[in-house]
C-alpha cells in the first residue's frame, strides 16, 4: 500500500486527478493493466510508457552582490518597501528577442491569489487565462516597493554583460515520481544537491562563493530554462513552482508563474486547460527565468505533468567554463 498512499499524495499535491478507476483498482489489486509495469511490491505503475526523467540543458549567470567590488546593484540589495513576494516586474508578454521585459520595480503581494483547489496562482486578470470559480483575488499593493533598481540593471540579468557578469550551460534533470506522471526537480532530494543545503549549482565557480554566509556558497546567479511541449487539452497539464528569489515562466510567451521580488520559498501553478490562446495539439515553447539575489537561502522546486524538451540554449555570448 505505501506505492498506492505516495502516488495519491502526489497527485494530490499538485492538485491532478488520481487514475481512473480502472487505475486505481488494478493499482489496489496489484493486477497490471495496458502500458503499466508491476513493481517489486505487486503495485502497477499506469505511467510506464513515460520516460523516467526529463534531461533539460539551461544557462546559468553569475553575479556578484552590491556589496562587492563590482558588484551588481540589484543583487544583495532590500527592497524599500521590505522583503517579500512582489509581481509586475516584468511585463506579461516576452520581448521579440525571448527575454523578460522590464515593466515596474514590482508590487508586493499582501495575500496570495489562490485557485478552487486552494494553490497559489498569478494574481491579477490576464486575458489569456481564464477565469474559474472558486478563484481567489488576494491583494496586491498599488504603489510600487523597490524590489529592483531599474530597467539598466534587470536588463543585465539574464542577458551575458562583459564585466557584469559571467555564464555556462547547466544540465537540470526533472524525475518521474514513482507511479505517477509527475516529472519533479527539489533540490533537497536530488543527488547533486541534497548535500549542499539548497539550491547552489556554481559553488566555487565563474565568479566564486559569494562570502558572508556558512557555509560559503555561491548565492547572487541566474538561471534560464528554454523547454518546449505539446499541449494536450483535458489531460490535466499542470505545472508548479516553489522557490526563492525571482521566478518566472512563460508559455507561449506569456506570463503564467510570477514570483517576483527577495522572498522565502513560495509556489505558483498555472493549469494550461486555463490558457485560452492554446490550441489542442500544437507545441509551444515554455520558458523559465530565475534569480537567486540574497544570501540566506536558495530553493528551487519544480512539479509539471508536461513534457518537457530541450529547446535551443539561449544566446550567450560567450560562454563562460
Not at 543583487?75 to 512582489?86: C, I, R, S, V
Amino acid at each position: 500500500m505505501g506505492n498506492i498512499l505516495f502516488s495519491k499524495l502526489a497527485l494530490r499535491r499538485v492538485g491532478l486527478p488520481v487514475a481512473g478507476v480502472a487505475g486505481v483498482l488494478a493499482l489496489i489489486a496489484g493486477i497490471a493493466v495496458p502500458g503499466s509495469t508491476v513493481t517489486a511490491d505487486g503495485a502497477s505503475d499506469p505511467y510506464a510508457n513515460l520516460p523516467a526523467s526529463l534531461s533539460l540543458n539551461g544557462v546559468i549567470r553569475d553575479f556578484k552582490g552590491r556589496d562587492q567590488s563590482g558588484g551588481h546593484t540589484d543583487f544583495e540589495m532590500a527592497p524599500t518597501a521590505g522583503f517579500g513576494h512582489y509581481v509586475g516586474q516584468f511585463a506579461d508578454e516576452l520581448g521579440s528577442d525571448g527575454k523578460p521585459v522590464f515593466a515596474s520595480r514590482g508590487f508586493k503581494v499582501n495575500t496570495q491569489a489562490r485557485d478552487a483547489s486552494g494553490r497559489n496562482r498569478i494574481p491579477g486578470v490576464k486575458s489569456y487565462i481564464s477565469a474559474r470559480s472558486g478563484d481567489v483575488a488576494g491583494a496586491v499593493a498599488t504603489a510600487q516597493g523597490g524590489t529592483n533598481n531599474g530597467v539598466a540593471g534587470v536588463d543585465q540579468w539574464f542577458r551575458d554583460v562583459n564585466g557584469v557578469n559571467l555564464s555556462r550551460t547547466m544540465p537540470l534533470t526533472l524525475t518521474r515520481l514513482p507511479n505517477t506522471n509527475i516529472y519533479s526537480f527539489n533540490d533537497r532530494t536530488d543527488p547533486a544537491f541534497a548535500s549542499l543545503g539548497g539550491f547552489f549549482p556554481i559553488n566555487g565557480q565563474l565568479f566564486g562563493n559569494s562570502g558572508g554566509s556558512t557555509p560559503n556558497q555561491n548565492f547572487h546567479f541566474t538561471y534560464e530554462l528554454d523547454t518546449t511541449f505539446v499541449f494536450k487539452r483535458g489531460a490535466g497539464q499542470v505545472f508548479t513552482f516553489t522557490g526563492d528569489d525571482d521566478v518566472l515562466v512563460y508559455i507561449d510567451n506569456k506570463l503564467v508563474v510570477d514570483l517576483g521580488g527577495i522572498h522565502g520559498a513560495v509556489s505558483q501553478t498555472i493549469e494550461l486547460d486555463r490558457l485560452n490562446t492554446l490550441i489542442d495539439g500544437s507545441r509551444y515553447p515554455l520558458r523559465l527565468f530565475f534569480a537567486e539575489r540574497r544570501r540566506t537561502q536558495s530553493n528551487v522546486r519544480i512539479d509539471t505533468t508536461i513534457n518537457l524538451q530541450n529547446a535551443s540554449l539561449p544566446p550567450t555570448s560567450p560562454l563562460t567554463d
